[in-house]
C-alpha cells in the first residue's frame, strides 16, 4: 500500500460543529503531517508528529486539534471554525531522515458556513 | 526561517517545447529539494527531489539541478506534453520534516 487515505473528501460544516478528519497510511512511516492549502496558494504547514508525539505546531489556532493514536493514524479535531478556515486540508507522510519526499492524501476540501 | 522564492508565476510553452522553473532559497542550512505536481483539484505528487550532495538529477524528461553557492534550484522539462499542465511547487528543507514550499508556477502546454 504507497497511499495516504483522508476522509471525508468533502465537508461543511457550520461554525458550532465539531468534526473530524481522518488519515491513514500502512507504509510504515513514522512522520505524519497535517497542510492546509488554500486556493492558488501553496500547502502552509500546521502540525508535524514524528513517532507518534507532536514535533511541530506552527502557531495554529486551538480550535485545531491534532491526535495521532497510532502509527498509522492522524486524526484532526475541529471546533468553532471560522469562514476563513475554509481549505483543503492536506495529510502527509514520510520516512524519517533525510531526503525522503512526502506522500500527500487527496485531502480534505473544506467549507465552514 | 526558511524562504523560498519561485519563478516564473505562469509559465506558456508551445507542446514539444522546454519549460524551466527557478526557485531560490534563503537558509544555506537547506539540503533537500523536492518538486511537487498539483494538478486541478488534485493532490500534490512528488515528480522529483535533490539533496545537496548532487548537482543534478534526471529522470526521463525531468530534471533538477542545484547550485548551492547561489542558493537556487531548477526543474527542466523537456519535450513537454499537455498533461505537463500543471501546478509546479517546489520546496525546500534541513534534515527533512519541516519543508518550506515555493508559491507555485502554473505551467500551460499549449497544443
Known amino acids: 500500500d504507497t497511499e495516504v487515505t483522508q476522509t471525508p473528501k468533502h465537508l461543511v460544516m457550520g461554525m458550532t460543529n465539531k468534526k473530524s478528519l481522518k488519515c491513514e497510511q500502512h507504509?510504515?512511516?513514522?512522520?505524519m503531517y497535517w497542510y492546509k492549502q488554500k486556493a492558488k496558494k501553496p500547502p502552509e504547514l500546521m502540525f508535524v508528529?514524528?513517532?507518534?508525539?507532536l514535533s511541530i505546531n506552527e502557531s495554529v489556532p486551538s480550535r485545531f486539534s491534532p491526535e495521532c493514536p497510532n502509527s498509522s493514524l492522524l486524526n484532526l479535531h475541529l471546533h468553532a471554525l471560522q469562514p476563513e478556515d475554509s481549505a483543503l486540508y492536506l495529510c502527509?507522510?514520510?520516512?524519517?531522515?533525510w531526503g525522503y519526499g512526502y506522500t500527500f492524501g487527496s485531502g480534505t476540501r473544506l467549507t465552514v458556513v | 526561517g526558511e524562504n523560498v522564492e519561485q519563478h516564473p508565476s505562469t509559465l506558456s510553452v508551445q507542446e514539444g517545447d522546454s519549460a524551466v522553473i527557478k526557485c531560490t532559497y534563503s537558509?544555506?542550512?537547506?539540503?533537500?529539494f523536492p518538486w511537487y505536481k498539483q494538478e486541478l483539484g488534485k493532490r500534490p505528487q512528488l515528480i522529483i527531489d535533490?539533496?545537496?550532495?548532487?548537482g543534478e538529477k534526471k529522470d526521463q524528461r525531468i530534471a533538477v539541478t542545484l547550485n548551492k553557492t547561489a542558493k537556487h534550484f531548477s526543474l527542466h522539462i523537456t519535450e513537454t506534453q499537455p498533461e505537463d499542465s500543471a501546478v509546479y511547487f517546489c520546496?525546500?528543507?534541513?534534515?527533512?520534516?519541516?519543508?518550506?514550499f515555493g508559491p507555485g508556477t502554473r505551467l500551460s502546454v499549449l497544443p
Open positions: 502527509a507522510s514520510s520516512q524519517e531522515g
Open positions: 537558509d544555506s542550512a537547506s539540503n533537500y
Open positions: 535533490i539533496r545537496s550532495n548532487v
Open positions: 520546496a525546500a528543507s534541513n534534515y527533512g520534516q519541516n519543508f518550506v
Open positions: 507504509m510504515g512511516h513514522r512522520a
Open positions: 508528529y514524528s513517532y507518534e508525539k
